[in-house]
């Protein structure tokens, strides 16, 4: 049982940060209607940052934090309105799949960058770790939960309250009525790539801090398994993003804690697991949990 609790806790705890990362996406589909594929670039890029200035010595962890925050933001408000935005306009699905290719370039230049090394965060809690009723959790873990469930409260809020999350529902629902009422989709989808930009970049810290090593050039692949989160919600459904994230996190997390239980799937299969619930999602659902279902007229 003890067991059971503490994987329980790591779930919900990694199921935050792929929130963090499936609302990035989904922020992103909802504004501009494209798949952002670089997402997992943008997490990089926040993380390298962060490891680089933080290394350094000479700047406080939190302000690496911040500047790392800054530079995912940037980046991917670069790629947007530069790469991505005049492409959308003629074709989203050129620009979705044009994404892939930013997200190969950018990833090859850090991780030219890293090279052979594993790149330590440098943060304040390292691999310290709290016993609760018998239960050992990494300091890291619980920081993550805690500013996961902050800024998704945030963003709730921030999108159910703001002029800007307001207009950003406008332009999801009917683009054209939208318009028409003065929303500029253009800078709705530009705040969203930058909002997408901050929030993976606030993933890249806890993904790479205890347990995980570092920044290394796998890292990346992290930032892959939320996007079975996104589907697995919905990809236009921003609460069904914080379900997806919580889901494919509790699942990860179990069948890697189970592993010797369940070894004859194979060696390292939790990192699979975030595709096969979202298999089995799909040939349910296959709009996912709260996406919205498509009408076809026979």
């Given at each position: 049982?003890?067991?059971?609790?503490?994987?329980?806790?790591?779930?919900?705890?990694?199921?935050?940060?792929?929130?963090?990362?499936a609302l990035g996406f989904v922020v992103v589909y909802k504004a501009s209607g494209v798949v952002n594929f670089a997402h997992?670039?943008?997490?990089?890029?926040?993380?390298?940052?962060?490891?680089?200035?933080?290394?350094?010595?000479?700047?406080?962890?939190?302000?690496?934090?911040?500047?790392?925050?800054?530079?995912?933001?940037?980046?991917?408000?670069?790629?947007?309105?530069?790469?991505?935005?005049?492409?959308?306009?003629?074709?989203?699905?050129?620009?979705?799949?044009?994404?892939?290719?930013?997200?190969?370039?950018?990833?090859?230049?850090?991780?030219?960058?890293?090279?052979?090394?594993?790149?330590?965060?440098?943060?304040?809690?390292?691999?310290?770790?709290?016993?609760?009723?018998?239960?050992?959790?990494?300091?890291?873990?619980?920081?993550?939960?805690?500013?996961?469930?902050?800024?998704?409260?945030?963003?709730?809020?921030?999108f159910k309250l703001s002029t800007w999350g307001i207009a950003m529902r406008a332009v999801a629902e009917d683009p054209e009525?939208?318009?028409?009422?003065?929303?500029?989709?253009?800078?709705?989808?530009?705040?969203?790539?930058?909002?997408a930009g901050l929030l993976a970049a606030v993933a890249g810290l806890f993904v790479t801090v205890f347990p995980a090593p570092?920044?290394?050039?796998?890292?990346?692949?992290?930032?892959?398994?939320?996007?079975?989160?996104?589907?697995?919600?919905?990809?236009?459904?921003?609460?069904?993003?914080?379900?997806?994230?919580?889901?494919?996190?509790?699942?990860?997390?179990?069948?890697?804690?189970?592993?010797?239980?369940?070894?004859?799937?194979?060696?390292?299969?939790?990192?699979?697991?975030?595709?096969?619930?979202?298999?089995?999602?799909?040939?349910?659902?296959?709009?996912?949990?709260?996406?919205?279902?498509?009408?076809?007229?026979?």
């Amino acid at each position: 049982m003890a067991q059971l609790l503490q994987l329980l806790v790591s779930g919900v705890s990694l199921g935050a940060v792929y929130a963090l990362l499936a609302l990035g996406f989904v922020v992103v589909y909802k504004a501009s209607g494209v798949v952002n594929f670089a997402h997992p670039a943008l997490l990089m890029v926040g993380a390298y940052v962060t490891a680089r200035l933080s290394a350094a010595g000479d700047v406080p962890f939190w302000a690496a934090v911040l500047a790392g925050i800054g530079g995912g933001a940037a980046v991917s408000l670069v790629i947007q309105l530069l790469l991505v935005s005049p492409v959308a306009r003629r074709s989203v699905v050129a620009a979705s799949i044009m994404t892939i290719g930013v997200d190969v370039v950018v990833q090859t230049e850090i991780n030219r960058r890293i090279g052979a090394d594993i790149l330590p965060m440098g943060d304040p809690w390292q691999n310290s770790v709290i016993t609760v009723a018998g239960l050992t959790i990494p300091q890291t873990r619980i920081v993550a939960l805690v500013v996961g469930l902050m800024l998704i409260t945030a963003f709730f809020a921030w999108f159910k309250l703001s002029t800007w999350g307001i207009a950003m529902r406008a332009v999801a629902e009917d683009p054209e009525t939208a318009a028409l009422m003065g929303v500029r989709r253009s800078r709705v989808s530009a705040l969203a790539w930058g909002l997408a930009g901050l929030l993976a970049a606030v993933a890249g810290l806890f993904v790479t801090v205890f347990p995980a090593p570092g920044l290394e050039p796998v890292t990346a692949t992290v930032a892959l398994r939320a996007f079975p989160a996104a589907i697995i919600g919905g990809l236009d459904s921003t609460g069904g993003a914080v379900v997806g994230g919580l889901v494919v996190g509790m699942a990860e997390v179990l069948t890697q804690g189970y592993a010797s239980e369940l070894s004859f799937l194979g060696l390292g299969f939790h990192s699979a697991m975030p595709y096969v619930v979202m298999v089995l999602v799909l040939l349910a659902r296959p709009s996912g949990l709260f996406g919205t279902r498509e009408l076809h007229r026979v």
